[in-house]
């Protein structure tokens, strides 16, 4: 007796007993639609936590200078990290090859004056030098006007973008601010856009200004001027990885010699978010284990409901052994009509458990999840389960002694 045969017999003896199979299928169709629905669920909230944390910054590092390294005659002693130049920068930026955005900046003056007309601030505007990709990088973004071109970059134009605050001091009105001209020291620049408001936990963020980085090594820089690197990764998961490629690459431009401490610091910003993500991991792990269970409870229902058929069928067994069917035949045919009732169930429970699962991907606007490795785990489970669910009722029916199967009624 073939497969098809036996899938086809089974079916048989399936659509016989309607209400006890539906009963059986609503088990293990219940047991995988939470499991794959919950895994697919929490799949999608991965990705939203990872696409929110990497809009909030969470997917940076920097590279400064900051710390102290050990002298390499002497390795007791202690001294403070040579500055970072921009000559290093943009060998950094030339030989890193990761997938990421890397950009610059300097802080030019901390305590600047800002002029405009009549008008001036206390001497407590912090004052940076930044590249074109600094605002993406550092979570900034433009309320009106533009951000710096790459050419004004380059060039080292005096242009300059303004925070909130400044805003506040310097005009009377928020409006019609871009194009004017103000001074800082005894440079005067174009006012090209106007930061959104960050602001801060105590002390504002907004009271900034911003000036190309060409132009703050110019006008503010001097041989003891440090430079400061950010970059971003396209995805925190990758944040590890890329922090190692940049520790090589870094090492290398500052020919620091194989076994020597670095002279420069890398520190990451992806703690809330890895945070975050490990408890994502518990809920994945909770959920992988209930989803078991709940499908090994369906397996002993399931062997509770073959071992029924085996006893309503004693009298069929009884006839298909007087026939000529071996003890391995009844054995297959009983295994088949319970994995096809937990591979139905299971499939059926996929379809649902991906359905269920992207629901979450829709309020948190992430792109359809095709969980393919959790399919997989999901049918292959079914598959096992329905195995053990009839290999004690396919042996019982297949030890069954044909003489009394006959007589039984």
Same mark, same amino acid.
């Given at each position: ?48 936590? #990872?696409?929110?944390?990497?809009? !909030? ?61 009549? =008008? ?15 605002? =993406? ?26 925070? =909130? ?24 620049? %174009? ?103 709940? #499908?090994?409870?369906?397996? +002993?229902?399931? !062997?509770?409901?073959? #071992?029924?058929?085996?006893?309503? %069928? ?6 298909? =052994?007087? #026939? ?44 359809? +999840? ?40």
């Amino acid at each position: 007796m073939n497969l098809t045969e036996n899938i086809r017999l089974a079916l048989r003896a399936i659509t016989a007993n309607k209400l006890r199979t539906a009963l059986t299928l609503m088990i293990i169709i219940l047991g995988i639609t939470a499991l794959i629905g919950i895994l697919t669920a929490t799949e999608g909230i991965n990705q939203g936590v #990872l696409n929110s944390f990497s809009e !909030m910054g969470s997917n940076t590092f920097s590279i400064k200078n900051e710390g102290e390294v050990r002298h390499r005659r002497h390795r007791k002693a202690l001294t403070a990290n040579p500055v970072i130049t921009m000559l290093q920068c943009q060998d950094f930026k030339r030989n890193f090859k990761y997938p990421a955005t890397v950009t610059q900046s300097i802080e030019a003056d901390g305590n600047a004056v800002v002029k405009y007309e009549s =008008k001036k601030t206390n001497p407590n505007v912090r004052v940076i030098g930044v590249d074109e990709d600094y605002l =993406k990088v550092s979570g900034w973004s433009i309320r009106e006007g533009r951000n710096f071109s790459k050419q004004e970059v380059d060039n080292g134009q005096n242009v300059i973008l303004l925070g =909130k605050d400044l805003v506040k001091k310097l005009f009377d009105t928020e409006s019609g601010v871009v194009g004017k001209m103000i001074n800082i020291g005894s440079g005067k620049y %174009r006012v090209v856009g106007l930061l959104a408001a960050k602001g801060a936990s105590q002390v504002s963020n907004d009271n900034i200004a911003m000036i190309p980085v060409v132009t703050a090594k110019r006008t503010f820089g001097d041989d003891n001027s440090s430079y400061n690197m950010s970059v971003m990764v396209n995805n925190v998961s990758e944040l590890d990885r890329a922090v190692d490629e940049a520790t090589g690459v870094f090492r290398n431009v500052r020919k620091i010699r194989l076994g020597d401490d670095p002279d420069f610091d890398i520190s990451k910003s992806d703690k809330a978010a890895q945070q975050t993500l490990d408890v994502v991991g518990n809920v994945n792990i909770a959920t992988i284990v209930i989803g078991i269970l709940t #499908l090994i409870g369906a397996g +002993i229902g399931l !062997m509770n409901i073959m #071992l029924v058929s085996v006893n309503e %069928r004693t009298r069929e067994i009884g006839v298909s =052994k007087a #026939l000529g069917a071996t003890k391995r035949v009844i054995r297959i045919q009983f295994l088949t009509e319970s994995t096809t009732i937990c591979v139905i169930g299971g499939i059926i429970g996929i379809i649902l458990g991906v359905l269920v699962g992207n629901l979450v991907g829709v309020v948190l606007h992430t792109p359809f +999840i095709m969980p393919w490795m959790w399919i997989t785990f999901g049918f292959i489970f079914t598959f096992m389960i329905g195995i053990a669910a009839g290999i004690y009722p396919a042996i019982l029916a297949s030890n069954l002694n044909p003489v009394e199967a006959l007589r039984y009624e």
